[in-house]
């Protein structure tokens, strides 16, 4: 009835939890981008239905998980990813009744060093993550992919635990990737000037540090207004700097 859908690589630190959170599901599929860790080893605990396919972007590997997909519901999650208890029984609930959704929005709580970020826009950050298969298909996108349904949407109370943030050098590293995918997306729709590398970066942080009340969630708001600052900042510099080796040949 139901299946959970996971694209990972090199996720032995996270991968276990997250198995542990949804091992009550009919079904789950993994698609593995070739781990050189424990990944692999980890999975075969919980799961033998597991793919190996290169790496050809968000988009491409979540579209591949749902073709493997048997079961008439699914619950995607990524390997930092938890299912709450809570958000179980919910799932469990509106899946066995009888409801008019294709599918529902579910809230997720992101926590940055181990602390939850409760303002600055990120929560409660609903996510399209429980819908029917057929009624479904993955928007292909380079970054902000997602899952586009052909019904009405419903909306969940319980939510899904991210625990996106580690470290800070991590972090980082995840910031020069996501930067480098929104550049190629934005130098392909507007000519990038020196405005938006001058002011976006400062909307950016006034919009989410102050107007979305970042501030509140003290030093651990700060650091995350600071990443957007910087990721924005980035993705503007390399569509300009993409833009400007297009028309260089």
């Not at 349904?149 to 943030?165: A, R």
Request: aromatic share 12%; glycine share 4%; charged share 30%.
């Amino acid at each position: 009835m139901l299946s959970v859908t996971i694209i990972c690589k090199n996720e032995e630190e996270n991968i276990r939890e997250c198995l542990e959170s949804v091992k009550w599901v009919d079904e789950i599929i993994i698609v593995d981008s070739y781990s050189i860790d424990r990944t692999i080893e980890i999975a075969k605990e919980y799961t033998d239905k597991i793919y190996q396919q290169e790496w050809l972007g968000f988009a491409k590997q979540r579209e591949f998980a749902l073709s493997k997909v048997s079961k008439e519901w699914v619950f995607p999650l990524d390997a930092d990813e938890r299912c709450s208890p809570e958000l179980k029984d919910e799932i469990l609930s509106v899946i066995k009744s009888e409801n008019k959704f294709a599918g529902y929005r579910i809230p997720r709580k992101s926590f940055f060093l181990n602390k939850w970020i409760k303002h600055g826009g990120w929560y409660p950050g609903y996510q399209t993550r429980l819908f029917l298969k057929e009624k479904t298909v993955v928007a292909d996108r380079l970054v902000h992919e997602g899952y586009e349904l052909n019904g009405q949407l419903g909306f969940l109370k319980s939510d899904i635990l991210h625990y996106t943030v580690t470290s800070i050098s991590d972090y980082m590293s995840k910031v020069n990737h996501y930067s480098s995918l929104q550049a190629v997306e934005k130098s392909k729709k507007k000519k990038i000037k020196l405005s938006d590398i001058l002011f976006r970066p400062i909307a950016s942080h006034i919009q989410q540090f102050i107007l979305k009340r970042g501030f509140l969630d003290g030093i651990y708001g700060l650091m995350v207004t600071n990443f957007d600052v910087i990721t924005n900042m980035l993705t503007y510099m390399k569509a300009w700097e993409l833009q400007h080796k297009s028309n260089k040949k």
